[in-house]
């Protein structure tokens, strides 16, 4: 178990719709990303929080938003959903901010989206 | 841009035996580079990781091998259990402020027993 939480685990829904995906971090980390994995992509990363701050922005689609909250709990807001979107959103967590070595990002299991 | 990518997309090994998963990647200013384990259902796990500034790194039962020459890095498994059965991504990142890390494809390693 890496400490990090992510829910829900499925999520079906249908094309045009709007979901939250949501990510609480290890206990004392500060660091939250978020990542899509899909078959023909890997993993992608598509955004990071620090301490209730945006920190860096990847491949993330202006459909798709995040925030992390006072209690460090983030969320991922995926809108107008497409066929496309369906995938898995990994969260995952870390310490620091910034890319160090040892500053280790610890992954969720991920929740799995469907959009039918 | 730059990317990381793996040689093979899928490696069968024999319970037991040792196994090398190699990945290449492209970017001569990455310093720091970790491999991890994603098994079906779960998140990726960190496994290892390697500075730029050593070549080699030992770890229980998994050998990372770092060679910046051709920028190949390597995973060894020693004595490979059915539990090693699994997609193993390789990373790279560039440490410092503003920089994420970049994830290979993955590549799914089968262990027969």
């Known amino acids: 178990d890496s400490g990090v939480t992510q829910t829900p685990k499925h999520l079906i829904t249908a094309t045009g719709q709007r979901v939250t995906l949501r990510c609480s971090p290890r206990s004392g980390d500060l660091s939250v990303y978020w990542y899509q994995q899909s078959l023909d992509q890997g993993l992608q990363f598509l955004i990071q929080y620090y301490n209730g701050e945006e920190r860096a922005k990847g491949n993330i689609l202006e459909r798709f938003s995040a925030q992390q909250f006072p209690d460090l709990h983030s969320e991922l807001n995926l809108s107008s959903l497409e066929l496309g979107d369906s995938a898995l959103y990994f969260c995952a967590s870390s310490v620091e901010a910034t890319a160090l070595a040892k500053n280790i990002q610890y992954f969720g299991a991920g929740t799995r989206l469907s959009v039918l | 841009g730059e990317s990381v990518g793996l040689h093979l997309p899928t490696l069968s090994v024999q319970e037991g035996d040792n196994s090398i998963i190699n990945c290449a990647y492209s970017n001569s200013a990455s310093d720091y580079f970790i491999w991890y384990k994603q098994e079906s259902g779960k998140g990726p796990q960190f496994i290892i990781d390697i500075r730029s500034n050593m070549d080699k790194r030992q770890g229980q039962r998994v050998t990372v091998l770092l060679n910046k020459t051709v920028k190949h890095l390597s ?11 699994a997609v193993y991504f390789c990373a790279e990142i560039i440490t410092g402020a503003n920089s994420k890390l970049t994830f290979g494809k993955g590549i799914t390693l089968s262990v027969r027993p």
């Open chain 2, 75 to 85: 995973l060894q498994i020693a004595a490979t259990q059915p539990g090693d059965s």
